[in-house]
C-alpha cells in the first residue's frame, strides 16, 4: 500500500539554525506531495505542493522543498528557524486519488 | 483565499446529547469535503467524505449513524456526533476541496468536542 513515512517524530533546533524534516513515500504513480504545518489546537496549513515541474519548490513562511525521484523523497528544508515555527509538520501524498495519505508526523521544538 | 471555517471551536456538552460541527469554505465552492479525527499526538485520521448533494462515504471502522454527515451546498458541511458519549471526545477537523486533481486541500481550525 501507498505510504508516507516522516522518520523522525520530534526534532529540536536552536533559533537561527537551519532545518530539515526528513519525508519519504513510497513506490508508486507520481506522487501529488504537499507539507502542511498544525499549532496546537490548530487545523492544517499549506506549506507548499508538488505535482510536477521544478523538483524544487518555494512554500510560505521561507520554506522549500525538494523532490528527489530516486530517493523517493520530498525533504522540508528551512535556512533560518524562527520560535514561531515551533509546530506539528504533516507530510502528504495523494496518487491521482482525492484521499490523503498522511505521514506521521514531525513535532519541531526551537530552542531560544 | 481559500479560506475554510469550522465552528464551533471548543465544545463540551453533557453525556447523551447530539452535538453539530459546521464547515464552511468562506471564499470558494468545494465540490468535496472531508471530516477527519485527530488523537492527541497523532495523525489525522479520516472518518468521511462528503459531496454536495449526494451521501457521505464513510472509513471503515466509522459508525455513520453515530457521525451524521451533511453536505447541504457547496459551500456547507455539516458533522453532527449523535447521542455523544466520553468516548467521543476527540479533535475534528473539516477540510475543503474544489475538485481539481492538482489542487490541494484546505483545513478548518478545527473542533475540540469533550464530552462529560
Known amino acids: 500500500a501507498q505510504s508516507v513515512t516522516q522518520p523522525d517524530i520530534h526534532i529540536t533546533v536552536s533559533e537561527g539554525a537551519s532545518l530539515e524534516l526528513r519525508c519519504n513515500y513510497s513506490y508508486g504513480a507520481t506522487p501529488y506531495l504537499f507539507w502542511y504545518v498544525q499549532s496546537p489546537g490548530q487545523g492544517l496549513q499549506l506549506l507548499l505542493k508538488?505535482?510536477?515541474?521544478?523538483?524544487l519548490v518555494q512554500g510560505i513562511k521561507g520554506f522549500e522543498a525538494e523532490f528527489k525521484r530516486s530517493q523517493s523523497s520530498f525533504n522540508l528544508r528551512k535556512p533560518s528557524v524562527h520560535w514561531s515555527d515551533a509546530a506539528e509538520y504533516f507530510c502528504?501524498?495523494?496518487?491521482?486519488?482525492?484521499?490523503?495519505?498522511f505521514g506521521t508526523g514531525t513535532r519541531l521544538k526551537v530552542l531560544a | 483565499g481559500a479560506v475554510v471555517s469550522q465552528h464551533p471551536s471548543w465544545v463540551i456538552c453533557k453525556s447523551g446529547t447530539s452535538v453539530k460541527i459546521e464547515c464552511r469554505s468562506l471564499d470558494f465552492q468545494a465540490t468535496t469535503m472531508f471530516w477527519y479525527r485527530q488523537f492527541p499526538k497523532q495523525s489525522l485520521m479520516l472518518m468521511a467524505t462528503s459531496n454536495e448533494g449526494s451521501k457521505a462515504t464513510y472509513e471503515q471502522g466509522v459508525e455513520k449513524d453515530k457521525f451524521l454527515i451533511n453536505h447541504a451546498s457547496l459551500t456547507l458541511s455539516t458533522l453532527t456526533v449523535t447521542s455523544a458519549h466520553p468516548e467521543d471526545s476527540s479533535f475534528y477537523i473539516c477540510?475543503?476541496?474544489?475538485?481539481?486533481?492538482?489542487?490541494?486541500?484546505?483545513f478548518g481550525d478545527g473542533t475540540r468536542l469533550s464530552i462529560l
Open positions: 508538488y505535482f510536477s515541474g521544478d523538483t
Open positions: 502528504v501524498r495523494t496518487s491521482g486519488t482525492y484521499k490523503y495519505i
Open positions: 477540510s475543503a476541496w474544489t475538485g481539481g486533481s492538482n489542487q490541494p486541500q484546505h
